[in-house]
């Protein structure tokens, strides 16, 4: 008799990201966002509750007959011209060239915007670094098209890759695109001004294709500044630097999953096209809710009240977790993460596996560092992951979840001390 799973085998193992893995391990240990004695310190999202000082108003969504019909696959017109407005005031006051509609395509949210781009890629050689966002792994493999390549990134470069070293790797290993996590998640870690200048100039000389995700750029905390690729760029249509970016992070609303690609206009077609049959476009009426939320005027303010109350809590955090005796190989300048060595601690909970299982019990979530081990297509032996003592421990919740989270921690310790 023929089993009624049989038809499983017409499907791939598809695994979960580290952020939905978590949760779903905690929902079955009881947790409840709702439930202030549990702390998620895994979340990839911020906290979206108003910040103190924030004096904007939302005025409602209007949903109508009109924004209920399908929105242009390439976004709605005035989202389109709302975002490279952005980017030209902020980023491109004083340059040659500016972004107009045409290099702004609208998706629905990040992951979307990068599905399309990397999903019209032909035959080719893309660069990705290690550690980085899990989200990519699946990403990356889920077109056959083009060939991932990892590149690893070091703590004694601080998490970052030395321009001569970069490129080495891009004609070493004939990369023909680049994608780059600017601020990158896991370790906070950013290409500062004069870095950004010296990648993007490489980019232009090679003629390599740099994808900027620059989903963190508000969250920089050191020098209180933002940071983009889009300021170094000569010509907007004919440097090969693509920009992902979108809502969730620098305006605090991940639940509107809206992103957009920002690139030259020639490969925003292609990028649009890809949409056509793919996902059919972004919410209507959120796009239309978009354009009143991207304020370039107002756009400093609010980014320094994220820099304040964001600092405020990474410094928390950094002090705890050194009373603790979790290393932070690299302080985060950037992002809502810490990027944890648990090697320190107690065996077993040195393993990032142990140790999260054994915080769910203290009713604290954090995401084990073998997930940003990119992997597409699982070419390397998970035995070989580097990251089997790392941890990444989030500091988006408010400021009593991240106090009840490390006091979570600190049980957990004390245990096996």
């Known amino acids: 008799m023929t089993s009624q799973k049989d038809f499983l085998q017409y499907f791939k193992d598809v695994p979960k990201t580290g952020v939905i893995y978590v949760l779903e391990k905690a929902t079955q240990m009881g947790y409840s966002s709702a439930d202030a004695s549990w702390a998620n310190l895994g979340q990839g999202a911020p906290d979206t509750e108003p910040l103190s000082g924030n004096k904007s108003v939302n005025k409602g969504l209007e949903v109508n007959a009109e924004n209920s019909e399908y929105a242009p696959v390439a976004g709605h017109l005035e989202l389109r011209k709302k975002v490279a407005d952005y980017y030209n005031k902020l980023y491109r006051s004083h340059s040659k060239s500016s972004y107009s509609y045409k290099n702004v395509c609208i998706a629905g949210g990040g992951r979307m915007a ?109 020098k209180k500044e933002l940071i983009s690729a889009a300021a170094h760029i000569d010509d907007v249509n004919e440097d090969p630097v693509v920009i992902i970016n979108g809502l969730s992070k620098n305006w605090r609303a991940p639940g509107w999953r809206i992103g957009w690609v920002l690139g030259p206009e020639s490969m925003i077609e292609k990028v649009s096209s890809v949409g056509s049959f793919m996902d059919g476009g972004a919410v209507h009426p959120l796009q239309e809710e978009a354009v009143h939320l991207i304020n370039p005027e107002a756009v400093h303010a609010e980014a320094e009240l994220i820099q ?110």
Not at 376 to 404: A, D, V
Request: contains cysteine; hydrophobic residues 40%; proline residues 6%.
């Open 114 to 222: 990068l599905s399309r781009l990397v999903a019209a890629f032909g035959n080719i050689n893309m660069g990705h670094f290690i550690p980085d966002y899990t989200a990519y792994e699946e990403l990356l493999s889920a077109f056959k098209t083009f060939i991932p390549i990892p590149i690893l990134l070091k703590e004694a470069n601080q998490y970052k890759m030395p321009i001569n070293e970069l490129r080495e790797e891009i004609l070493g290993r004939g990369l023909s695109a680049l994608l780059v996590s600017n601020p990158c998640n896991p370790t906070g870690q950013y290409l500062n001004e004069a870095e950004l200048s010296a990648w993007v100039a490489l980019s232009r000389e090679l003629r390599s294709m740099f994808i900027f995700d620059e989903f963190y750029s508000h969250y920089i905390y050191d």
């Open 308 to 417: 304040n109350e964001f600092k405020e809590k990474r410094d928390y955090v950094l002090s705890r977790l050194k009373e603790l005796g979790i290393r932070v190989p690299v302080a985060p300048s950037s992002t809502f993460y810490c990027w944890c060595d648990i090697s320190d601690l107690p065996s077993p909970i040195n393993n990032s596996d142990y140790f999260f299982e054994e915080c769910l019990k203290e009713k604290v979530i954090v995401v084990p560092g073998e997930f940003f081990d990119v992997n597409p297509g699982k070419r390397r032996l998970k035995q070989h992951s580097r990251y089997k003592r790392y941890i990444r421990l989030s500091f988006g919740p408010k400021m009593q979840r991240l106090i009840t989270g490390l006091s979570s921690i600190e049980r957990v310790i004390k245990k096996f001390s």
